[in-house]
Nanobody, 117 residues
């Protein structure tokens, strides 16, 4: 079984920065694309960023130029550096990993990011 454990997040003022980390432990040899999603109350989870094992990156338009994602394949970890945060970035951020050995996706439990105005 694979477990995704997120860390980071918290409360920050608008314009500030936060970093998120996610490590996939367990039988993680099948992990390929790793992503960050966020969710606000009453809304569906939306993709924030994704990164393949080869390093191909995709960002949501709303975070381009402010957020940077990276990964460490040796640690099966993905990171999200969030700069110039805005109140609308507030939400629960979830780590997601595609697992070709498992034949599905894994989700972390989520970490709260709150940006005050």
């Amino acid at each position: 079984q694979v477990e995704l454990v997120e860390s980071g997040g918290g409360l920050v003022q608008a314009g500030g920065s936060l970093s998120l980390s996610c490590v996939a432990s367990g039988k993680n040899f099948g992990i390929t694309t790793m992503s960050w999603y966020r969710q606000t109350p009453g809304n569906q989870r939306e993709l924030v960023s994704s990164i393949t094992r080869a390093g191909k990156i995709n960002y949501a338009d709303s975070v381009k130029g402010r957020f940077t994602t990276s990964r460490d394949n040796a640690k099966t970890a993905v990171y999200l550096q969030m700069n110039n945060l805005k109140p609308e970035d507030t939400g629960v951020y979830f780590c997601n990993a595609v697992d070709v050995a498992y034949g599905g996706r894994h989700w972390g439990r989520g970490t709260q990011v709150t940006v005050s105005s």
